[in-house]
């Protein structure tokens, strides 16, 4: 089975570092995860290991109703002004959407990174915009900079 498959692979690999000097002391399931990894990465990367030990959602529902329970304790410690739970709800938040890309089968930190270019594309298309009208950009409502986004946007949509 793909379990066994796993199980023998990562024995393997104990077998393999141990023969090289580099037997960890760590012998947690988590532990060979390297910690250098960008975030959204290393929450994948944690997340697929406990799940192949069957700690893991059902299905993407379950990850999406997770999801909506970290982002309502977000708003609480935001109501509630306490910044150190903000920072920790925060990441929650981030870890789950990092399991729903896990879920899915797509890269969370390659599918943000692609979000960051579409996100300068649009703002280049309002900056372009802005110089085109003399002005500044401060001298625009959001309203008006919004239209100009909604307007990059369909561009790229072909409408």
Excluded at 14 to 43: F, R
Excluded at 48 to 72: C, Q, Y
Aim: aromatic letters at 8%.
């Amino acid at each position: 089975t793909d379990a066994d498959r796993q199980a023998f692979w990562e024995d393997a690999k104990k077998v393999e570092k141990a023969k090289k000097g580099k037997e960890t002391t760590n012998d947690s399931l988590l532990g060979e995860i390297p910690t250098s990894l960008p975030g959204l990465m290393t929450a994948q990367k944690l997340q697929a290991r406990a799940a192949r030990h069957g700690f893991d959602w059902p299905n993407i529902e379950a990850v999406f109703s997770k999801l909506e329970e970290e982002i309502m304790e977000l708003k609480e410690a935001i109501s509630l002004g306490d910044s150190k739970h903000q920072f920790e709800e925060l990441g929650d938040v981030m870890f789950v959407l990092a399991n729903i890309a896990r879920h899915l089968d797509m890269d969370a930190e390659t599918s943000l990174r692609a979000c960051n270019q579409k996100f300068i594309r649009r703002f280049s298309h309002i900056e372009d915009r802005v110089a085109e009208s003399g002005q500044t950009m401060s001298e625009y409502s959001l309203e008006a900079l919004d239209r100009w986004w909604v307007e990059a946007k369909n561009l790229e949509k072909g409408n």
